[in-house]
């Protein structure tokens, strides 16, 4: 018997000798179908060890056993009585209300999990670059930007960082001379992003760049060769290569990813419409669907 096995049996005797709701039962009662421990019961519904077991993890001290079986226990107990004083005083109409929920919910899960399987196996999932492009450009103007984005070029080094003269120098120049050389150096770096043409938020422009809070936002949303920022942990050399601000339209690089969601989402539910056809026409085909 395995240890979590051992201290579980352990627990379920303690709980049915020390709590006076739990039921010392006979497991083998021809009432009960299930062949295993109960270690509470409210009125004809048990709670046996199997689903005890289910809830209390492995390798815990036996005295944490008991007290989260306890709790587990006790919580069963309020939501089964809770439960059958509702059923008790539950009207019928009320009653009925429920019924026809439920078996709403139930119609829906399956008619759902049958669609999803479907769409699994018959929807094209492989986007084109084209047809990306051709989405964004008959789209656009649904595309508007709430936040402005940026375009940066920076490195971030410390205090005790020996080549920043050459550094400085390599980073305002426009030659690919220097850049290869300030590449060379980024070994050294905190942090930096020196060819990377992606777009990025104003917000996590602050969070990259910290001494940037400090400034007036009109200043950075503008386009700039160099500047240079420091704190207590080092020096910030930054270049505003882009700027767009809010309601331009947003970069197809950007929004890339979402365009291509948008465009599965709408094969969706083209392919649900195109399914639910196939399936009225060939249960009329079929003199399974009538109409009278």
């Not at 990377?196 to 104003?202: G, V």
């Not at 949303?221 to 601000?245: H, M, P, R, T, W």
Request: net charge negative; aromatic share 10%.
């Amino acid at each position: 018997m395995s240890l979590k096995k051992s201290v579980l049996v352990l627990v379920a005797l303690v709980l049915l000798s020390s709590c006076e709701q739990i039921k010392s039962l006979d497991v083998f009662s021809k009432k009960e179908e299930r062949k295993e421990p109960i270690v509470a019961s409210v009125g004809e519904t048990n709670l046996y060890l199997s689903e005890l077991d289910e809830v209390i993890p492995n390798g815990i001290l036996e005295s944490d056993s008991i007290v989260l079986a306890k709790s587990y226990i006790n919580t069963w107990a309020k939501q089964q009585l809770l439960l059958q004083k509702a059923e008790e005083n539950i009207s019928e109409v009320n009653s009925n209300k429920i019924d026809e929920l439920i078996k709403t919910y139930r119609e829906s899960l399956y008619i759902n999990g049958y669609k999803e399987s479907l769409i699994k196996q018959q929807l094209d999932t492989v986007i084109s670059d084209e047809s990306i492009r051709n989405y964004y450009e008959n789209n656009k103007e649904n595309f508007k930007l709430n936040e402005e984005l940026l375009q940066i070029k920076f490195v971030y080094f410390g205090n005790d960082f020996l080549d920043k003269k050459e550094a400085i120098e390599k980073f305002k120049s426009n030659e690919e001379e220097d850049l290869e050389d300030l590449e060379a150096l980024t070994i050294n770096f905190k942090d930096y992003q020196l060819r990377d043409s992606s777009w990025i938020t104003y917000e996590k422009v602050l969070q990259k760049i910290p001494p940037f809070r400090y400034e007036i936002k009109e200043n950075l949303l503008k386009k700039s060769k160099f500047i240079k920022k420091e704190d207590s942990f080092g020096v910030y050399l930054v270049a505003v290569n882009n700027v767009l601000q809010r309601n331009d339209i947003a970069p197809l690089s950007y929004i890339e990813n979402n365009i291509k969601q948008l465009i599965l989402h709408k094969r969706k539910i083209e392919l649900v419409r195109d399914i639910e056809k196939t399936l009225i026409n060939d249960a009329i085909k079929n003199n399974e669907f009538k109409e009278y």
